[in-house]
């Protein structure tokens, strides 16, 4: 996918307030990332766009979230600005610090601040794993308000036109992962992804690697397969994402079987009893 970067007007109007504003970066995607649409995600994104609604997708890894939305910000034509949420991310990141550049002090708007002045998409990737401080900046933007306090500026700004707030998560997939509260899921749209039939699947797997329909359809089949075997207590099963990793290994020249091992069978699972018996499944398929 290519993204690239283009620089966004330097803010004026905080410039009263004594304070240099660098100007913000963001990404424009410049050629259409390759989605295949499995429901009809893509008329409620645009729906969720034009009612100024946040949306939240829910889905197990490897199910195309991140493609989607990268989709949709170049389908949109608008910048996409990603924060990859886990613990240490403060609500200071999102939204912006004091800097010392030289003998100045410097306001830095963080990438929140600067998709809501933009009007960017604003991809939180992993919300749930998000500190509490995060979702507390977030609620105003998620209601009717649209506006983002600033507490160390003490301003409030109103969101542009075309802000969106997107969202992902995986809900509930291992035990002691984060959850969104009721309150903060509330506050989204929500669509659930899924892992795609298997006709879809294998176009995915051919458009993303090359290979050839044959070897697609093994792969899927080895996928759905696996995906059954709840007994094996796999803590997440074979995503999409790993099927088109195999794909890629085998378009390159890997051996079959070598390929499904390191990316879909070694991935899974550290056991070696239950190394051995996906290896032994997929060796029978392919
Ligand atoms: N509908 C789809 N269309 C095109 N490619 C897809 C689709 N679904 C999955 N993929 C493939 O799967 C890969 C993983 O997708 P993506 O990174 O979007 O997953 P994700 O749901 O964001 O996962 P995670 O929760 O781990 O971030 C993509 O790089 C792409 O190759
Ligand atoms: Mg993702």
């Not at 994104?45 to 910000?73: C, D, E, W």
């Not at 035990?175 to 989204?188: A, C, I, N, Y």
């Not at 790993?242 to 990316?263: M, Q, T």
């Amino acid at each position: 996918m290519l993204f690239i970067k283009i620089n966004l007007r330097p803010n004026r109007s905080l410039q009263r307030f004594g304070l240099l504003i660098p100007s913000k970066t963001a990404f424009m995607i410049a050629i259409a990332p390759y989605y295949l649409e499995t429901q009809k995600e893509s008329e409620v994104f645009q729906h969720a766009f034009k009612n100024k609604l946040p949306l939240l997708i829910k889905g197990p890894t490897g199910t195309g979230k991140s493609r989607f939305v990268a989709y949709m910000a170049h389908e949109l034509d608008k910048a996409l600005i990603t924060i990859s949420c886990h613990e240490e991310t403060s609500s200071t990141d999102l939204i912006g610090r004091f800097i010392i550049k030289g003998a100045e002090t410097v306001w830095q708007d963080g990438p929140l601040t600067t998709a809501v002045k933009e009007g960017a998409l604003l991809y939180l990737d992993e919300v749930a794993e998000a500190r509490p401080d995060i979702i507390v900046a977030i609620h105003s933007l998620t209601d009717h308000r649209r506006e983002l306090f600033i507490d160390k500026l003490g301003l409030t700004i109103k969101a542009h036109e075309d802000f969106m707030l997107v969202a992902s998560f995986n809900p509930g997939y291992q035990k002691g992962f984060k959850e969104l509260k009721p309150s903060t899921r509330q506050r989204f749209l929500a669509i659930s992804f899924e892992y795609p039939d298997a006709k879809k699947e294998i176009e995915i797997l051919m458009n993303e690697s090359g290979i050839n329909k044959d070897d697609a359809k093994k792969l899927v089949a080895i996928g759905q397969k696996i995906r059954n075997l709840t007994e094996l207590g796999l803590a997440e099963t074979v995503s999409t994402r790993l099927l088109v990793d195999a794909a890629k290994l085998i378009e390159s020249g890997l051996p079959k079987r070598l390929s499904v091992n390191v990316a879909v069978v070694q991935p899974l699972s550290d056991d070696a009893d239950t190394i051995q018996a996906l290896n032994d499944l997929a060796g029978l398929m392919i």
